[in-house]
């Protein structure tokens, strides 16, 4: 049978027969209610040219037990279409298994083809896929810092999720932050910590917050100190002391429960205005009508998340970055006032203590006057 390369196919007729190499498989999953969507697949041919493939969650009974990765395979009478979203590798079309699609396992040719297949994204290429959602990347680098292990709940998704920051140093010698979701919060131990490690990791968003970062996605693997070229290039291009990869510490306000995040670091508005230091500007005086969303807030009785930047730490500036609000609970306020008096009267106990401490005549003195 005469096999079609990867580079010949085109989203005209579906009469194709391919012979590939199951570089990786994975399901992918709706991060937020957790449902499979699809069996996914990157193929190679022997030339090297890489195809997306896709399963649709009805037909994935029917092939799942047939199709195993890192084998070699003839596939045929499937549907090519274009590849618009989301794509794990740079093909502007991908592969449809349908009812009719025939799978045929091809025994004793592996040497022909490679062992893996990245496409190793530099700074510049992740800056242009920066929001959007096209393409992933993958990218290599020298692990330089990571952090425990989170767990946060959303308004849209109550459930827990876990993630891990971790930040890794590119073969450019850029630095680039890493959210890690779901099990690959916790593929990283901490065994990793004080050693040089690099990891490649496939497959992730490029987005925006706080600077240019990656988030995983259901088609990301991750590789600690493969053993390929560009593994051993970056280890001896950078010295063992200066990458050494160190624990970083988390945001405890996004930890815990929705009630939890009311009471994190709650102050008055008397002791948010004291927090900054002298060399406050010169008000002019101006003022202008409040803006919409603001003038629905009026009336309300809200909980404020602010965030303090270094406008009102350094010059005392009084315009404060709401990051969320909160619907107060009296019932939850009232447990948590009655919290606070506890702490305060444990306070007041110890400071009593430590005085009556400090006033008393020391025994030994005393015997020696006399």
Same mark, same amino acid.
């Given at each position: 049978?005469?096999?079609?390369?990867?580079?010949?196919?085109?989203?005209?007729?579906?009469?194709?027969?391919?012979?590939?190499?199951?570089?990786?498989?994975?399901?992918?999953?709706?991060?937020?209610?957790?449902?499979?969507?699809?069996?996914?697949?990157?193929?190679?041919?022997?030339?090297?040219?890489?195809?997306?493939?896709?399963?649709?969650?009805?037909?994935?009974?029917?092939? +799942?037990?047939?199709? =195993? @990765?890192?084998? #070699?395979?003839?596939?045929? $009478?499937? !549907? &090519?279409? /274009?590849?618009?979203?989301? +794509?794990?590798?740079? =093909? @502007?079309?991908? #592969?449809?298994?349908?009812? $009719?699609? !025939? &799978?045929? /396992?091809?025994?004793?040719?592996?040497?022909?083809?490679? @062992?893996?297949?990245?496409?190793?994204?530099?700074?510049?290429?992740?800056? /242009?896929?920066?929001?959007?959602?096209?393409?992933?990347?993958?990218?290599?680098?020298?692990?330089?810092?990571?952090?425990?292990?989170?767990?946060?709940?959303?308004?849209?998704?109550?459930?827990?999720?876990?993630?891990?920051?971790?930040?890794?140093?590119?073969?450019?010698?850029?630095?680039?932050?890493?959210?890690?979701?779901?099990?690959?919060?916790?593929?990283?131990?901490?065994?990793?910590?004080?050693?040089?490690?690099?990891?490649?990791?496939?497959?992730?968003?490029?987005?925006?917050?706080?600077?240019?970062?990656?988030?995983?996605?259901?088609?990301?693997?991750?590789?600690?100190?493969?053993?390929?070229?560009?593994?051993?290039?970056?280890?001896?291009?950078?010295?063992?002391?200066?990458?050494?990869?160190?624990?970083?510490?988390?945001?405890?306000?996004?930890?815990?429960?929705?009630?939890?995040?009311?009471?994190?670091?709650?102050?008055?508005?008397?002791?948010?205005?004291?927090?900054?230091?002298?060399?406050?500007?010169?008000?002019?005086?101006?003022?202008?009508?409040?803006?919409?969303?603001?003038?629905?807030?009026?009336?309300?009785?809200?909980?404020?998340?602010?965030?303090?930047?270094?406008?009102?730490?350094?010059?005392?500036?009084?315009?404060?970055?709401?990051?969320?609000?909160?619907?107060?609970?009296?019932?939850?306020?009232?447990?948590?006032?009655?919290?606070?008096?506890?702490?305060?009267?444990?306070?007041?106990?110890?400071?009593?203590?430590?005085?009556?401490?400090?006033?008393?005549?020391?025994?030994?003195?005393?015997?020696?006057?006399?």
């Amino acid at each position: 049978m005469a096999y079609k390369k990867l580079s010949d196919l085109t989203t005209r007729g579906q009469n194709w027969n391919i012979q590939v190499k199951v570089i990786r498989m994975w399901d992918s999953v709706n991060p937020t209610t957790d449902e499979l969507i699809s069996l996914d697949m990157i193929l190679m041919d022997e030339q090297g040219e890489t195809i997306h493939a896709t399963i649709w969650k009805n037909l994935i009974d029917t092939f +799942r037990s047939k199709i =195993n @990765e890192k084998s #070699i395979y003839a596939f045929s $009478n499937f !549907k &090519v279409v /274009e590849s618009t979203k989301y +794509r794990p590798v740079s =093909n @502007e079309i991908k #592969i449809f298994f349908t009812y $009719n699609t !025939k &799978v045929k /396992e091809i025994k004793g040719s592996s040497e022909v083809f490679p @062992e893996y297949c990245f496409e190793f994204a530099t700074m510049d290429t992740l800056e /242009e896929r920066a929001e959007k959602d096209t393409q992933c990347s993958d990218v290599i680098g020298l692990l330089t810092q990571m952090k425990p292990v989170e767990t946060r709940i959303t308004k849209r998704n109550p459930q827990p999720s876990y993630i891990r920051e971790i930040e890794i140093l590119m073969p450019e010698g850029d630095k680039i932050k890493i959210t890690l979701l779901g099990k690959f919060a916790y593929f990283l131990t901490e065994d990793v910590i004080g050693s040089q490690t690099v990891l490649i990791i496939t497959s992730m968003m490029v987005q925006r917050f706080s600077g240019l970062c990656l988030k995983s996605t259901s088609a990301t693997r991750i590789y600690i100190d493969l053993d390929i070229p560009e593994t051993q290039e970056l280890l001896d291009r950078n010295s063992a002391e200066e990458t050494l990869p160190k624990m970083g510490s988390i945001d405890r306000s996004n930890q815990g429960t929705l009630e939890e995040h009311m009471f994190y670091r709650r102050r008055t508005l008397e002791e948010l205005t004291t927090m900054r230091h002298g060399n406050q500007s010169d008000q002019d005086g101006k003022s202008e009508e409040a803006p919409k969303i603001i003038q629905q807030l009026c009336g309300k009785r809200l909980i404020f998340r602010f965030k303090l930047n270094d406008n009102n730490l350094t010059f005392g500036t009084q315009n404060y970055a709401v990051k969320r609000t909160f619907v107060p609970d009296d019932r939850l306020e009232m447990l948590y006032l009655d919290n606070k008096a506890e702490e305060e009267l444990m306070d007041d106990e110890v400071d009593t203590v430590l005085m009556k401490k400090q006033n008393m005549p020391d025994r030994k003195s005393q015997n020696n006057n006399v």
